[in-house]
């Protein structure tokens, strides 16, 4: 999903009201949940189809004195958003 189709998704839910808590599955299966805590724009690296790593952007990187050039994502990991959930 791109955040174009993300935002596609969430205008079907235009109706519901501005408290309507987000939450999020813990995995495709439903096999537990827990709400949105967080939502950070990063890098992303694909392993399989299914599956990947998440990085930090350059910026992100630079920003904090503890990352230095081993922390960079990988040439082939382009960004995404991630959504983090609190469990």
Sequence with gaps: MTL?????EL??????PGDTIVVM?????????SPLAQ???????AETTWSGEHYLTEEQVA???EYGEDDLAPDDAVPAVFLWPTN
Excluded at 25 to 33: I, M
Excluded at 39 to 45: L, N, P, S, T
């Design 4 to 8: 174009d189709d993300l935002r596609a």
């Design 11 to 16: 205008t079907k839910l235009d109706h519901l």
């Design 25 to 33: 599955s813990k995995d495709g299966e439903g096999n537990g949940f």
């Design 39 to 45: 939502v950070e724009d990063a890098m992303y690296r």
């Design 63 to 65: 920003a904090d004195p």
